[in-house]
T-cell receptor, first 115, second 114 residues
Framework: NAGVTQTPKFQVLKTGQSMTLQCAQD?????MSWYRQDPGMGLRLIHY???????DQGEVPNGYNVSRSTTEDFPLRLLSAAPSQTSVYFC??????????????FGPGTRLTVL | AQSVTQLGSHVSVSEGALVLLRCNYS??????LFWYVQYPNQGLQLLLK??????LVKGINGFEAEFKKSETSFHLTKPSAHMSDAAEYFC????????????FGTGTRLQVTL
């Protein structure tokens, strides 16, 4: 099993450009999510999904779109990149339990710089 | 709404000393609680978790944590620190239901000195 894979590992964008961060998992997890990590702020939830065709906003959704057409894939789109979106992005997946989320499995991250 | 507070953004201990990283949570429902570790330039990996049952949970690398409902705490401990424990540690809480979200604390960077 590859677990959670993310591409690219590094990306530099100019302000106003758009791009898609790819995320895939091979564990048949219902739940997938995107976080951004900034110094001193921990991980903040951008968007999440509890299954194919179902997505919802997290804590910091502005400027990002997601879709979930399959169980395996959960791409994150930056519509018009801004310097404030410079960050490290992590995708994660987990099973859903009756009482909450099970252990999250994280991808290796994408380091994005917006100039 | 749920939240997590980690007291101390940086903690320094000597090798062989006790490690204590503090985590307090707020949740309107019985929580699931997690500790994750992040080594430099890597993703996060699970140290341990509490869902139901025994309130003292043991994790990898000799770490353990105790869920104390009355204190709304889930502090992480290790009896004897090792140089390889130097990393950033995150506490997280999950609510219930299919719309659950995982909320992270801001992290504690552990430094281990000789």
């Amino acid at each position: 099993n590859a677990g959670v894979t993310q591409t690219p590992k590094f990306q530099v964008l100019k302000t106003g450009q758009s791009m898609t961060l790819q995320c895939a998992q091979d564990m048949n997890h219902e739940y997938m999510s995107w976080y951004r990590q900034d110094p001193g702020m921990g991980l903040r939830l951008i968007h999440y999904s509890v299954g194919a065709g179902i997505t919802d906003q997290g804590e910091v959704p502005n400027g990002y779109n997601v879709s979930r057409s399959t169980t395996e894939d959960f791409p994150l789109r930056l519509l018009s990149a801004a310097p404030s979106q410079t960050s490290v992005y992590f995708c994660a997946s987990s099973s859903l339990l009756a009482g909450g989320l099970d252990e999250q499995f994280f991808g290796p991250g994408t380091r994005l710089t917006v100039l | 709404a749920q939240s997590v507070t980690q007291l101390g953004s940086h903690v320094s201990v000597s090798e062989g000393a006790l490690v204590l990283l503090r985590c307090n949570y707020s949740s309107s429902v019985p929580p699931y609680l997690f500790w994750y570790v992040q080594y430099p330039n890597q993703g996060l990996q699970l140290l341990l978790k509490y869902t139901t049952g025994a309130t003292l949970v043991k994790g990898i690398n000799g770490f353990e944590a105790e869920f104390k409902k009355s204190e709304t705490s889930f502090h992480l401990t290790k009896p004897s620190a090792h140089m390889s424990d130097a990393a950033e540690y995150f506490c997280a809480v999950s609510g219930t239901g299919t719309a659950s979200k995982l909320t992270f604390g801001t992290g504690t960077r552990l430094q281990v000195t000789l």
